[in-house]
């Protein structure tokens, strides 16, 4: 499986992902560090990427080189983030397209490729019930490599259990990172606040991608069908679509708005995408609306 195509490589050539909050990270890079004062000296220069503030750039430089390029400062570092991915049973269900798994896995693959192209170190972990794979954090394009080749292979059983799951890695992730969650979240709304709100305590950004299938939202099932919950061994259920449609759909979206209002409680960046549309469109549409935030803002606080 192709998870980062060229036409989505070449959609994103541009792409970055702003930092609102302090990073603790290993290296230079081009993040606040939360460490100021007597290390706030010029350290370097790198080439200027959109999204930079224009007052950093070296005029003289420019003006001897014709090169774009920003001064660099040793209180700057850069990132470590996290990729929670859902690979349970759930994650499994394809519809008429591919599966949320192979979607998400898509997703997170092209988070990866922006991340570590902007210096940032991305690390992976792969959960159900428990944790079935974890690569820890890099910034080389070896790195990314390794990423996408464990992903690839990543498959989709047993049930979910990602509020324990977030809990538990909350106290062994290093303080003030990124954690990106991918899942269909199909979880207790409080009991995942309250685990993403453990993240948060530990000083970390937290983004939160909800993965449904277009038929899971639309529900646009007529003749009678025979259902399957695919994380738990209770059988099937032969089902009247037309009978359940209204009731369902309402449950469906008091679930989605009670995980978006968790996330929103707790400062969490919170996004819904269906497997049908463009991996490249999304997260364009996401990382522009993230930065006119953080522009808004005045910057990482």
């Known amino acids: 499986m192709n998870l980062l195509s060229q036409t989505t490589i070449d959609q994103l050539a541009l792409a970055r992902f702003p930092v609102r909050r302090a990073m603790n990270g290993t290296r230079n890079g081009s993040h606040r560090s939360p460490?100021?004062?007597?290390?706030?000296?010029?350290?370097?220069?790198?080439?200027?990427?959109?999204g930079d503030e224009p007052r950093r750039i070296d005029w003289r430089v420019l003006a001897r080189t014709d090169r774009f390029v920003v001064k660099q400062y040793d209180q700057e570092t850069n990132l470590r983030?996290?990729?929670l991915l859902d690979c349970s049973a759930s994650m499994?269900?394809?519809?008429?397209?591919i599966s949320k798994?192979?979607?998400?896995t898509q997703l997170a693959a092209a988070l990866a490729w922006v991340l570590i192209r902007q210096g940032d170190a991305v690390g992976l972990i792969a959960y159900d019930q428990q944790i079935r794979l974890r690569l820890p954090t890099a910034s080389t394009a070896g790195h990314l490599h390794r990423l996408l080749e464990a992903m690839a292979n990543l498959q989709s059983q047993h049930a979910s259990a990602t509020p324990t799951l977030v809990h538990q890695l909350a106290?062994?992730?290093?303080?003030?990172?990124?954690?990106?969650?991918?899942?269909?979240?199909?979880?207790?709304?409080?009991?995942?606040?309250?685990?993403?709100?453990?993240?948060?305590?530990?000083?970390?950004?937290?983004l939160v991608v909800q993965v449904l299938a277009p038929?899971?939202?639309?529900?646009?099932?007529?003749?009678?069908?025979r259902f399957r919950d695919l994380e738990r061994c209770s059988g099937s259920m032969d089902?009247?679509?037309?009978?359940?449609?209204r009731e369902y759909l309402r449950q469906l979206q008091a679930h989605l708005e009670a995980v978006k209002q968790a996330c929103h409680q707790i400062e969490a960046d919170y996004l819904m995408t269906m497997t049908d549309q463009p991996v490249a469109d999304?997260?364009?549409?996401?990382?522009?609306?993230?930065?006119g935030k953080q522009s808004n803002r005045g910057g990482s606080k």
């Open 35 to 50: 460490f100021t004062g007597a290390s706030a000296e010029f350290a370097q220069h790198r080439e200027y990427s959109p």
């Open 81 to 83: 983030a996290t990729i």
């Open 92 to 97: 499994g269900f394809a519809g008429a397209g």
């Open 101 to 104: 798994l192979a979607y998400a």
């Open 171 to 206: 106290e062994t992730l290093p303080s003030r990172g990124l954690v990106i969650l991918c899942s269909d979240l199909f979880e207790d709304p409080p009991a995942l606040q309250h685990a993403l709100h453990h993240l948060r305590h530990r000083h970390h950004e937290v």
């Open 215 to 225: 038929e899971e939202v639309s529900f646009p099932f007529n003749d009678a069908i």
């Open 239 to 245: 089902v009247d679509p037309p009978a359940i449609r």
């Open 282 to 291: 999304v997260l364009t549409n996401y990382l522009a609306a993230r930065f």
